[in-house]
């Protein structure tokens, strides 16, 4: 039985399990955990490479973690709707937090931002 590890849209690999000689056969039990093991592996995956991507980011530059974590997928080309559905924010959230950055970086548009980061 094999379940997937799924990361931005794409399949980013795989858990296989495999009964040993005389087990019973896979049940509807050992698909929800192999479902939760999944789901478990890509969240850790997630946070370890959200981890990498901050510590990129120069802490004297007055973010917050919020916002830090938008610069990145700004810079990762993502759009307010899909930063805001990554992030499980409004895209009303990602707008102000944006205008909020923008002043920080005496800034007017994402390039500019993302320029002076230099970041993710």
Known sequence: ???P???E???IGTVHFARTSGTPAFNTQDLLQLSAICAYIFAKLANLRSSEQLSLLNP???LTQRETE???LVAQGLTNAEI???LWISQNTVKQTLKRMFRKFYVSKMAEMVAKLRVC
């Open 1 to 3: 039985m094999t379940g």
């Open 5 to 7: 590890i799924v990361g």
């Open 9 to 11: 849209g794409k399949l």
């Open 60 to 62: 004297e530059m007055g």
């Open 70 to 72: 938008i610069a990145c």
């Open 84 to 86: 805001a559905e990554q």
